[in-house]
Nanobody, 122 residues
Framework: QVQLVESGGGLVQPGGSLRLSCAASGFTLDYYAIGWFRQAPGREREGVSIISSSDGSTYYADSVKGRFTISRDNAKNTVYLQMNSLRPEDTAVYYC???????????????WGQGTQVTVSE
């Protein structure tokens, strides 16, 4: 069964850090581009970061550039999102997705996880 499972979310104070994991089962992640997306209450889902399948190129939304780092461990079939200097506006449900191309468009992704909640608050 093809599945993506996110973990690592939680409650953190502003300025804190979290590391999200996206673990795949039923398929090999290194053949796919992986995107992290997030959706805050009352807002549309938006792209956060992407890592390509080919050369490991990484891409970031301007709002997280310099604070978030995406990486992949092919041996563990897992992609990570290290989030530092977290802000209240980073509060959202975070989703990972796997697709054939590095894209900010959700329709380009074939598989999605169920999401993990990140809350940044005092």
């Amino acid at each position: 069964q093809v599945q993506l499972v996110e973990s690592g979310g939680g409650l953190v104070q502003p300025g804190g850090s979290l590391r999200l994991s996206c673990a795949a089962s039923g398929f090999t992640l290194d053949y796919y581009a992986i995107g992290w997306f997030r959706q805050a209450p009352g807002r549309e889902r938006e792209g956060v970061s992407i890592i390509s399948s080919s050369d490991g190129s990484t891409y970031y939304a301007d709002s997280v550039k310099g604070r978030f780092t995406i990486s992949r461990d092919n041996a563990k079939n897992t992609v990570y999102l290290q989030m530092n200097s977290l802000r209240p506006e980073d509060t959202a449900v975070y989703y990972c997705a796997a697709g054939g191309f590095s894209s900010w468009f959700e329709d380009e992704y074939d598989y999605w996880g169920q999401g993990t909640q990140v809350t940044v608050s005092e």
